[in-house]
């Protein structure tokens, strides 16, 4: 049977919420290390490292994959790209490497950590960009087995080699935490995507810029969004140190990675098979709406229960991520978990507008959120901490509001159902005047069970569909 179109949401997404997983588990040893304080610094230093890596890996490791796709039946041709996307990936591995090193030298906080840090974040960097190849040739084949079985195997070791470190010498643990994962998903996908396609006749630097000179004017536009993102996050961040301390800086950047850890796998088989598909049915405004409703509905299915569930015990989730050092964050990580609601509809949609290389309707759309986001944030931080929540809440349904006219898509009545009626349970839990009950409560565990089995069911439907 023909694999369905959602075949990446079972084995990407599946393998991607394994590592997602241990990501949270390497943060949790992070926090009993080093406690808030810690964690506040490595979640800058992961931010510098997106933001670096993303602005000098020019977003090949995104625009690769439809061409990649694109060019397979080609040969000679297919093979002349992915040369030149690894040549262009160690090229900028190396600079990229050299830049973070310098940028947390001049910029990083002045502690004793400084020179270590610079150096696990220029790893860090250089191997995320050292993966454009490697990445872009398995995802555009479609090898989601291989990337799945890297993913773990690399989030796996990197794993082990901090708790190990967390045991011997606690005072690490945020440098591995920092390069490990980078370096190890590196070394795995190069492996996975062994044996090259065949022999490759020698380019000359002109004829690979030719080569990927179209894929470097999608990626920029397909990492804007990503590299606004993280520069608003270190914004933030800065503002929130000056205003409450590095104690809330860590519990905002607790709450804002584990809100961003989730989605993650949606928007890893989104970037693997959702993007190349519409690309495809641009020209067909029929299928392709049927597609886009399909990933939106699909999304809603996982993401939304997920968000339901660690609303619901967001006390405990703070806790088990990290410590009991993070339930003053409790409110925040709620009003965070609505933002990412909003996001189930949004991300499709951005993808849309890459399909249809609308790169400047994208930019402009990924600049909205930046722009509330960083705005709300100035303003709603005068009463309390999670002012910012609130900001981040409000600039992603404003996002998603944007997208919805900048695309012209009507949302499926389920969906919208959906949403709104998500949205409004998650904003009572976030009041804490409603949401005060005791997260253990027998209610709010069979609630967050059930909702959580459901998603973990909807995913593991999707992964045997990808079987068949």
């Known amino acids: 049977m023909k694999p369905t179109a959602l075949s990446s949401l079972g084995s990407v ?16 040893l992070v926090a009993l290390s080093v406690g808030p304080s810690g964690v506040g610094t490595v979640g800058v230093a992961l931010a510098a490292c997106s933001t670096v890596a993303t602005m000098l890996g020019l977003g090949l490791a995104t625009s690769g994959v439809s061409a990649v796709a694109a060019l397979r039946p080609e040969g ?3 093979r002349q790209l992915l040369d030149a996307l690894s040549a262009a990936g160690r090229t900028l591995a190396v600079i990229g490497g050299l830049v973070a090193c310098a940028v947390w030298l001049l910029a990083g ?3 004793g950590g400084r020179v270590a840090f610079a150096l696990s974040l220029g790893l860090a ?3 995320t960009i050292g993966l454009t190849g490697a990445s872009a040739s398995l995802n555009g084949q479609q090898r989601f087995r291989r990337i799945g079985s890297a993913q773990i195997a690399s989030a796996l070791g ?6 190990a470190l967390a045991a011997a010498a606690p005072w690490a643990t945020p440098f591995a935490a920092l390069a490990l994962p980078a370096t190890t998903l590196l070394l795995a996908l190069q492996l996975a995507s062994r044996p090259k396609p065949g022999p490759v006749a020698r380019q000359s630097p002109r004829e690979r810029w030719n080569l990927l000179r179209p894929l470097v004017r999608t990626g920029i536009a397909a990492s804007s969004g990503v590299l606004m993102m993280t520069a608003s996050q270190a914004l933030a961040s800065i503002w929130i140190y000056h205003a409450f301390g590095d104690r809330a800086n860590g ?3 607790a709450c804002w990675m584990l809100t961003n850890l989730y989605p993650t796998f949606l928007l890893a088989a989104m970037s ?3 993007f190349p598909r519409i690309a495809a049915l641009s020209g067909d405004t029929a299928r392709m709406s049927e597609a886009i409703n399909s990933q939106v509905l699909t999304c809603l299915r996982i993401g939304m229960p997920l968000a339901f569930g660690l609303s619901a015990l967001a006390p405990v989730a703070l806790s088990l991520v990290y410590s009991s050092e993070f339930s003053p964050a409790t409110d925040l990580l709620r009003w965070f978990l609505i933002g990412e609601a909003f996001k189930c509809v949004a991300w499709p949609l951005s993808f849309v507008l890459l399909a249809r290389h609308a790169r400047h309707g994208y930019m402009l759309s990924e600049l909205s959120w930046s722009v509330s986001f960083l705005m709300l944030t100035g303003l709603l931080t005068q009463v309390s901490l999670s002012g910012v929540g609130i900001a981040y809440a409000s600039a992603n ?18 969906a919208l159902i959906a949403l709104t009626l998500g949205v409004l349970v998650m904003c009572a839990q976030a009041v804490p005047r409603v949401g005060s009950a005791d997260p253990r409560s027998p209610v709010n565990v069979a609630l967050a069970v059930a909702l959580l089995t459901w998603s973990g069911y909807t995913l593991f439907k999707e992964r045997r569909a990808s079987d068949v």
């Open 272 to 274: 693997a098979d959702f």
């Open 13 to 28: 997404g599946g393998s991607t919420l394994v590592a997602v997983g241990l990501g949270a588990v390497r943060m949790k």
């Open 397 to 414: 349904a404003i996002f998603c509001l944007q997208l919805l006219v900048r695309t012209g898509y009507q949302m499926p009545r389920p």
């Open 76 to 78: 000679a041709r297919f």
């Open 125 to 127: 960097v250089a191997s």
């Open 109 to 111: 906080p002045r502690d």
């Open 158 to 163: 990197a794993t082990v080699a901090v708790a």
């Open 251 to 253: 519990y905002f950047q």
